[in-house]
């Protein structure tokens, strides 16, 4: 019995113990799953972290990366660093205005964090800021839900209120949206009168009877106004329920009067419905404007704006309106302040910033860091820079008290003289053209200065710089001095003109002799007349000079000789001259080393064989006559030969070698075509164009022909000019002869809407650059640089609507890292194409002469056949003397005997 139990309690024991060690070995095997995943996520959150520090190297970089921005703050967000993530969102706003959905996303993250006062007010400052960057009814209601969560703190009813009036300026007019906000703040008034009204039940004071009415006329007065105002799903029936009684007339007829106003609306909504373009947006704004109503045309304008927000030109029209017609300082302020964010590269929107901060009377230190903003902020065209220099010069004038005896010109002669400097280093020459500034400071100088000798060293440096030829600015300098100066010196002035100008000196001799017929005596007119007439003589005979030489410039481009070329030496394989007259023998000296070739060298038939008969179409090759004491026999051609047929040069194109009527408007061209290419292929390419006539593939050499059936379809053809097929970009172009034919059909100017890409992935495909730019503008065509094989030269041209969106685009994509590459991204500018040369090198080397131009524009070296003997001077070859003449000369001409032996030597 005791055997037993001992027996089961050590099989109890066994079991127990393992029991133990399975526990054990699971625990062992959890603690190693977690230790993996809790390596996983630390591998993780250093990867984060690691992009996380590369966002923000780069975005201190260059804050203008607006991309960086978001994913920086993205990335913070997820990790809930919310201290980084306000820092990231603050530099961010500093730079750009927040799009509706980042301040939704921030204000969900701040929002319920509000604990204190201090939080409610720093939360209060951001909706302050989110409702300045666009129009937005989302931003709104989440101002005002906000603002009444804090209604019971002190003067919180007073607050609300002054929110939603807020809210009601800028959107209660929104035709399609505006109702949330007039119903959310009916709501708000309606809560508040159930309050009082409950309140009302038990025994009150006049003074709350006279609340609970005053609420109640202010829920009426709050319906009264919504039925005024022309909205979509607006319906009296719920005044009339909740009045129960039918609105007084005046109430109706308002209503009435808002339906028909926004039926006229509703085709300017539909529009915006179908596609909220830009046109149907100033298709309202016109109208809007025609009818008057400030508040709803400044509505219609921030609607247009947040949708088109990078649209210079439409910044500038709300600018103008609110500078001419509002005149409301602070909101156009707001409104300029916000346009220079959107736009910085638009010089007409600083200016006019500029000069309101001027209107408005604000600090000098407050236009003057808005005149350094605006010179900082990405403006690369010299015009536009030269105008803000101007209107600062305008402003610093304006501000000069000349009465004072304190000379006020030194700060503005320091502009002057910055303003100088800063276009010739950033513009060169085009900085300012016409000198435009140091005119001013010359008249200013002299008109309230009383300076002549500054405002003439100023001419003098005018005219040394290169405008000393040109009549206007004598003219120009002329005025001045009569104005300011005095006689002496604008005599002196005018004899000076006369002897320099060039392109127009009868106006300045014109103008001395009125001067002198007005101002001097009869000595003086005399001067100037035989001054001015002597001057006159002489130009006349420039000019006559340089028509001649132009006319014979003209006569000798006219008279290009055909066919002209050098006298040339071409050796055969045995180093024979075939270029000498057949009855001379070619002498071994120095004057056959540098053999000459011309360009083309017209191909002529040899001689049939002696007893060679012709064939049947009685061919006959033409025969060169040979020199009866020639030893040589030119070899015939073989039987068969049929001279050199072919009659295309080595620059003619496919189209000039009349395999096809040229001259056929319902005919293309097509070429670089795969030579596998078939007609069935080309013919499902092209019948979506129009109906076909022919196709004609010439052979298998990539180019053919394709006939349409009328004219219509043949330029529509043309629309598939560089498609490609089969991995190559098939050019297609107009059938038509070769003097005729279109020029280069891009352009070789400044083209300020193109942007010039380069630097890219040879796999970066259209769709990918229209992705990448179609985000900073509308775009009207993107085309990438391809080689004729189709394969990618990493270069790209896209080209916006308009040259704002162009502008701000290579402000945002400068720099942009694709794949691997860094690419730049510049304005088109490309380098001006240089006219051909019409005087043809009629140079060629000769068989082994040398280094030689490819097909591919490299230069190779080719293994000389000329035989060394003819190509370099003998050194035994005696030298000609005075002494050499008087001996006899023996004969020279040398047998095929000689010239054998000098092939084994």
Known sequence: MATSMDKSVENKTGEESMETD??????????????????????????????????????????????????????????????????????????????????????????????????????????????????????????????????????????????????????????????????????????????????????????????????????????????????????????????????DQLTSDSFNKAAEQLQKLLPYEDALEASANLEAYLSYIEYETKQGDPTRIQCIYERTLKDNCLEASLWVKYTKYLDNVLKVGSVSKAVYERAVRNCPWTAEVWLGYVRLLERCNEQHNTILECFNCSLSSGINQAGDCLQLWLAYCDYLRRQIKWNDTEDGMGPLRSVFQRAIEYQAQYFGNDGDPECTLQKYWARLEASKCDNMTKARELWTDILQSGNNKTAQFWLDYYQLERSYGDEKHVRKLLQKAIGTVRD??????????????????????????????????????????????????????????????????????????LTEPKGQKRKADSSHTDAVVPQKVAKKPLPPPPGFKSPANDFKAPTEPQSKS????????????????????????????GDYDSTDDMTVFVSNLDFKLNESRLQEIFKTCGPLEEIRLIGSKGYGYVQFKDEASALHALRKDRTLIDGRPMYVSACVKKEKRPKFQFATSLEKNKLFIKNLPFTCTKQALKNIFGMHG????????????????????????????????????????????????AISDPPKRRPPDSSESTWLPSLGGGKTETAHGRARTQVSLVPRTVQHKSTNMPTTSDNDSQQPKTDTTKSNADFRSMFLK
């Open 22 to 247: 399975d526990n054990v070995d699971n625990k062992l095997s959890d603690g190693d799953a977690n230790d993996c995943s809790e390596d996983e996520d630390d591998k993780k959150e250093e990867h984060t972290e690691k992009k996380i520090r590369e966002l923000q190297k780069e975005v201190s970089k260059n804050p203008y990366l607006y991309d960086k921005h978001v994913e920086l703050i993205q990335l913070l967000r997820q990790e809930g660093e919310l201290d980084r993530v306000r820092d990231a969102r603050n530099s961010m706003c500093e730079v750009f205005p927040l799009t509706e959905e980042l301040w939704l996303e921030w204000f969900k993250d701040e929002v319920p964090l509000v604990e204190s006062e201090e939080d409610r007010n720093r939360v209060n400052a951001l909706f302050e800021k989110a409702v300045k960057d666009y129009l937005s009814v989302p931003v709104w209601l989440e101002y005002v839900q906000f603002a009444v969560g804090g209604m019971g703190l002190r003067n919180g009813i007073a607050n609300v209120r002054n929110v939603f009036e807020k809210a009601l300026t800028a959107v209660g007019k929104h035709v399609s949206k505006g109702q949330l906000i007039w119903e959310a703040y009916r709501e708000f008034e309606m809560a508040v009168l159930a309050g009082k009204k409950a309140l009302s039940v038990s025994v009150v004071s006049k003074e709350e009877e006279n609340d609970f009415d005053d609420q109640m006329n202010r829920v009426k007065n709050l319906f009264k106004r919504e039925m005024a105002v022309p909205l979509f799903h607006k319906d009296i029936k719920q005044y009339e329920e909740w009045l129960g009684e039918p609105p």
């Open 504 to 577: 127009w000196p009868e106006n300045v001799c014109q103008t001395y002799i009125q001067y002198e017929r007005e101002e001097g005596d009869l000595q003086h007119y005399d001067i100037a007349v035989a001054k001015c007439n002597a001057q006159l003589e002489k130009v006349k005979a420039w000019r006559e000079k340089e028509k001649e030489t132009e006319k014979q410039q003209s006569k000798k481009s006219a008279k290009q000789p055909q066919n002209k070329t050098q006298k040339v030496q071409v050796f055969n394989r045995k180093g024979d001259n």
């Open 630 to 657: 020639s030893p040589f026999k030119v070899p015939n051609a073989p039987p068969g030969w049929k001279g050199d047929t072919s009659t295309k040069t080595a620059t003619e194109s496919p189209q000039d070698s």
């Open 778 to 825: 509308k775009l009207k065509d993107v085309r990438i640089v391809t080689y004729k094989s189709g394969v990618s030269k990493g270069i790209a041209f896209v080209e916006y609507e308009n040259e704002s969106e162009a502008s701000q685009a290579v402000m945002k994509t400068d720099g942009l890292v694709i794949g691997d590459n860094t690419i730049s991204v």
